[in-house]
């Protein structure tokens, strides 16, 4: 248990349908992150939060949009989605320290989305 | 823009065999350096970090690493490997002392077998 908590674990979609993905974190920290994880290929960073702010939007298409009410939560909203999106989602959170320096990241159990 | 390569993508291993895995980063500034683990369904969890000091860093579970800055590298090693480090393993790396983005590896699937 990392402290980082995310639903669903699993999400199946069709391509017209809309959906979210919930990330938490109880360890106190500032910054969040979105990952997208796929088969044979680095870790994508999609976005970052840090302090409630959006702070890097890695190029990602405007299908996924994500919202960060608090420090605590971290949502990733889906509409029309395509088959190649279908990869495991992960949430990660890490402590920022003094200068807005990113410490090491926490990281949740992923949503594994399929995209029919 | 900073870049990790991890060379070996799949690597099996007899229990009690000696590990090492390669990871080489492109960057010319001082970095922190990371060895995720992750688990057959399970989240990312952190074996070791380095950010300064002595350049051989031991984490959980007997691993470590060592970090080498003229040859940009940061290879996971751990003398004798057990079934239960069978997982995949992710080097990364951020420039250290500024806000920008951790980068990854691809990642080394790695299978022990009994």
């Known amino acids: 248990e990392t402290g980082v908590t995310q639903t669903p674990r699993h999400l199946v979609m069709g391509m017209t349908n809309k959906k979210s993905l919930k990330c938490e974190q109880h360890l106190g920290h500032n910054a969040m992150y979105w990952y997208k994880q796929s088969a044979k290929k680095p870790l994508e960073l999609m976005f970052v939060?840090?302090?409630?702010?959006?702070?890097e939007n890695n190029s990602v298409p405007s299908r996924f949009s994500p919202e960060c009410p608090n420090s605590s939560h971290l949502f990733l909203h889906l509409h029309t989605l395509q088959p190649e999106d279908s990869a495991l989602y992960l949430c990660?959170?890490?402590?920022?320290?003094?200068?807005?320096?990113?410490?090491?990241?926490?990281f949740g159990p992923g949503t594994r989305l399929t995209v029919l | 823009a900073q870049s990790v390569s991890q060379h070996n993508h799949h690597v099996i291993l007899s229990e009690a065999a000696s590990l090492e895995l390669g990871c080489n980063y492109s960057y010319g500034g001082t970095v922190n350096l990371f060895w995720y683990v992750q688990y057959p369904g399970q989240h990312l969890q952190l074996l070791l970090k380095y950010f300064s000091g002595d350049p051989l860093v031991k984490g959980i579970k007997g691993f470590e690493a060592e970090f080498i800055k003229s040859k940009f590298s940061f290879n996971l090693r751990k003398p004798s490997v057990q079934w239960s480090d069978t997982a995949e393993y992710f080097c990364?790396?951020?420039?250290?002392?500024?806000?920008?983005?951790?980068?990854f590896g691809t990642g080394t699937r790695l299978q022990v077998t009994l």
């Open positions: 990364a790396v951020i420039s250290a002392g500024t806000a920008s983005k951790l980068t």
């Open positions: 990660a959170s890490s402590p920022i320290e003094r200068g807005g320096v990113y410490n090491e990241q926490f």
């Open positions: 939060y840090n302090f409630k702010e959006q702070t």
